[in-house]
């Protein structure tokens, strides 16, 4: 990746997180793009560059995640089983990046409680969704190339796409709802899903 490339997504991150953290702090109709711009450093005119809108530059983190996923699964040893591949391909993309961790660390209770409220925002919600749904075939296509499938032509790689994304929504919930870690969460749901889903024993 060149320097120009390199620069433009670190811009972008930045935005897409100071749009998060003045939301989560203040609530989305206290937040201007103009605000987001001033805490990222950049102009207005360099965030309409980036997006559309607040709730797209919110949402542009869940979308670079997921690519980020893909381009990491690719990455991971060709042998390695589909299954035990995908936990750290995906743990390892909420690693903080220095946009999070030039930042003084929130309080979790705070900073949970302002994430539920961003994210019962109809916009955020909106682009939300939409981000997931553009990136699922990026994500189809990485598992389409480590298990020989074609997303295409065949239903196995977009479904397994699908229920990861599923799997990583409902750990992210559980993750605001109690106080367990993200990764182990994520594990967790992965570790079931590969085993079928048995019903918990009573």
Excluded: C
């Excluded at 965030?47 to 990491?72: P, T």
């Amino acid at each position: 990746m060149g320097l120009r490339e390199r620069k433009k997504q670190e811009t972008r991150a930045a935005l897409s997180w100071a749009a998060i953290r003045l939301i989560v702090a203040r609530g989305y109709d206290k937040v201007l793009v103009e605000d987001i711009a001033t805490e990222a450093g950049v102009s207005p005119r360099t965030f309409n560059n980036y997006f559309g809108s607040k709730a797209e530059a919110v949402a542009s983190r869940h979308l670079d995640r997921i690519h980020r996923m893909a381009d990491a699964l690719r990455e991971r040893p060709a042998g390695e089983p589909l299954w035990d591949a995908l936990p750290p391909a995906m743990i390892e993309q909420f690693r903080p990046g220095p946009e999070v961790t030039s930042q003084p660390r929130p309080d979790r209770e705070e900073w949970v409680a302002g994430l539920r409220l961003m994210m019962a925002v109809p916009a955020i919600q909106a682009e939300t969704l939409r981000a997931g749904a553009m990136a699922q075939s990026a994500l189809a296509a990485a598992i389409g190339a480590r298990t020989g499938t074609d997303p295409d032509n065949e239903m196995y790689p977009n479904l397994v796409a699908a229920t990861v994304l599923a799997a990583l929504e409902v750990a992210n919930t559980g993750f605001m709802l109690t106080k367990q870690p993200l990764d182990g969460l994520i594990r967790e749901a992965l570790r079931q899903i590969s085993a079928g889903l048995p019903p918990p024993q009573q």
